[in-house]
């Protein structure tokens, strides 16, 4: 499940649409406390092959282009399509991580696996490659959905992925990056 006490935060976040579709525009809150803390924190957001499939087809309900920015900024990226044999150490293959949680979801959702999309759970196998690709330790995936949220966990549990690997809900990770921020501006001014 989604982890409580998300520190320390990772430095690698990948993006579900639930979770930019719930930040909101530019004018919200949680917005601003989002990409204010990815800047001052050097963080660094990504968007799955999926992600951007679903923002492309609701460009018209989203307030951001968020695949613009990936285009036009160093804070976010968009990953290419899962490579299925990745690996890391003794962890499951990418593509066994996605097909695992495809079919927990199913489940979850009661639905035919072949008519549920793969967004949700592409996003743990995108997290195996950014740990065989990248400096990272850890990956967040932020996420406001339950079910893939229940998925993922299920099916990184026991595994190498576990604990580098987390998932995290916006509310979550909103509070902690608040907490961060407010601290950060507290630290900064104090020292004047």
């Known amino acids: 499940m989604c982890e409580e006490h998300p520190s320390p935060f990772p430095a690698a976040l990948i993006l579900d649409t639930s979770f930019l579709r719930t930040i909101g525009g530019t004018e919200s809150n949680p917005y601003q406390t989002s ?34 920015r990936a285009d036009t900024t160093e804070w976010i ?14 962890g499951p293959r990418a593509g066994e991580v996605m097909d695992r949680a495809h079919e927990r979801l199913a489940t979850f959702e009661r639905t035919d ?17 950014l740990l065989g690709s990248t400096s990272h330790d850890s990956v967040g995936i932020l996420m406001n959905d339950r079910n893939a949220e229940r998925a993922i966990s ?34 900064k001014g104090s020292n004047r």
Not at 113 to 129: C, F, G, I, N, Y
């Open 77 to 90: 990226t968009i990953v290419d399509d899962v490579q299925p044999g990745v690996r890391v150490h003794d």
């Open 154 to 187: 299920g099916v990184l549990e026991n595994t190498y992925y576990e604990g580098r690997i987390r998932i995290i809900d916006i509310w979550t990770a909103i509070e902690f990056m608040e907490s961060q921020m407010n601290g950060t501006s507290l630290n």
């Open 35 to 68: 990409i204010q803390y990815v800047q001052s924190e050097d963080r660094k957001l990504y968007l799955s092959a999926g992600v951007v499939e679903e923002l492309t087809e609701q460009r018209g309900y989203l307030s951001i282009d968020w695949v613009d």
């Open 113 to 129: 696996p072949d008519e549920l999309r793969k967004t949700d759970s592409e996003l743990p196998a995108v997290a195996v490659m």
